[in-house]
T-cell receptor, first 112, second 117 residues
Framework: GQQVMQIPQYQHVQEGEDFTTYCNSS?????IQWYKQRPGGHPVFLIQ?????EVKKQKRLTFQFGEAKKNSSLHITATQTTDVGTYFC????????????FGTGTRLQVTL | GAVVSQHPSRVICKSGTSVKIECRSL??????MFWYRQFPKQSLMLMAT?????????EQGVEKDKFLINHASLTLSTLTVTSAHPEDSSFYIC?????????????FGAGTRLSVL
C-alpha cells in the first residue's frame, strides 16, 4: 500500500533558527496537503499543493511540491515558540478520490 | 467556516461496554467523513471512510463489527466502539470533507480520547 514518510521524526531548534521537514511518498500523488497538530490538539489544515513543482508561501512558511509529485517539503524561516507542534504531510494518491494517507509526522520543539 | 464538532472529548469506560462518538459538520454538508485513530506520538491511521447513506469502507485490518460507523445524514457520522477493551484505548479523530467545497480538504474534529479500564 501507499506509504508516506517524513524526516526528521523530531527536531529541536532555538527560536530564530530555520526548520525544514521533508515528505516522501511511495506513489505519485494527485495533491499534497500539510497539517499542523499542536500538543494535545487535532490536525489543522495549512495548505494544499496540486501542481508539479508548485511553491506556496504563508508568511514564514514555504511549501514545495516536487516535480515528480512524490515529495514535498515545508520550510519555516526564523522559528517562533508558536511553531511548536507536529507537522504532517498528507497525500492523495492518483485515482483514490478523497482518501488521504498521512505521513509519519515531524515533531518540532522550539526553545528560547 | 468548515467547523467540525466531535463529542465526547474524553470518555472513560469499563471493559466490555460500548462507546459512541459523534462527529458533526456544523456549517457545511459533508458528503464524506473519515475516522482516524492516533496512538501517542504517532501519525493518524485511517480506519474507515463514511459516505452519507451508504455503508462505510473500512481499511484493511479494521474490524467492522468492532467499530460500527453510521453516516445517517450529511452532517452527522457516528463511530461506536463495541465491547471495548483496554487495547481500544486511543485518540479517535473524525474529519469531514466536501469535494465541491474546497478540493478534498479535510476539516478535523477535536478528537475523542478513549480510556478503557
Amino acid at each position: 500500500g501507499q506509504q508516506v514518510m517524513q524526516i526528521p521524526q523530531y527536531q529541536h531548534v532555538q527560536e530564530g533558527e530555520d526548520f525544514t521537514t521533508y515528505c516522501n511518498s511511495s506513489t505519485t500523488l494527485s495533491n499534497i496537503q500539510w497539517y499542523k497538530q499542536r500538543p494535545g490538539g487535532h490536525p489543522v489544515f495549512l495548505i494544499q499543493l496540486v501542481k508539479s513543482g508548485e511553491v506556496k508561501k504563508q508568511k514564514r512558511l514555504t511549501f514545495q511540491f516536487g516535480e515528480a509529485k512524490k515529495n514535498s517539503s515545508l520550510h519555516i524561516t526564523a522559528t517562533q515558540t508558536t511553531d511548536v507542534g507536529t507537522y504532517f504531510c498528507a497525500g492523495t494518491a492518483t485515482g483514490t478520490a478523497s482518501k488521504l494517507t498521512f505521513g509519519t509526522g515531524t515533531r518540532l520543539q522550539v526553545t528560547l | 467556516g468548515a467547523v467540525v464538532s466531535q463529542h465526547p472529548s474524553r470518555v472513560i469506560c469499563k471493559s466490555g461496554t460500548s462507546v459512541k462518538i459523534e462527529c458533526r459538520s456544523l456549517d457545511f454538508q459533508a458528503t464524506t467523513m473519515f475516522w482516524y485513530r492516533q496512538f501517542p506520538k504517532q501519525s493518524l491511521m485511517l480506519m474507515a471512510t463514511s459516505n452519507e447513506g451508504s455503508k462505510a469502507t473500512y481499511e484493511q485490518g479494521v474490524e467492522k463489527d468492532k467499530f460500527l460507523i453510521n453516516h445517517a445524514s450529511l452532517t452527522l457520522s457516528t463511530l461506536t466502539v463495541t465491547s471495548a477493551h483496554p487495547e481500544d484505548s486511543s485518540f479517535y479523530i473524525c474529519s469531514a470533507s466536501r469535494l465541491s467545497l474546497a478540493k478534498n480538504i479535510q476539516y478535523f474534529g477535536a478528537g475523542t480520547r478513549l480510556s478503557v479500564l
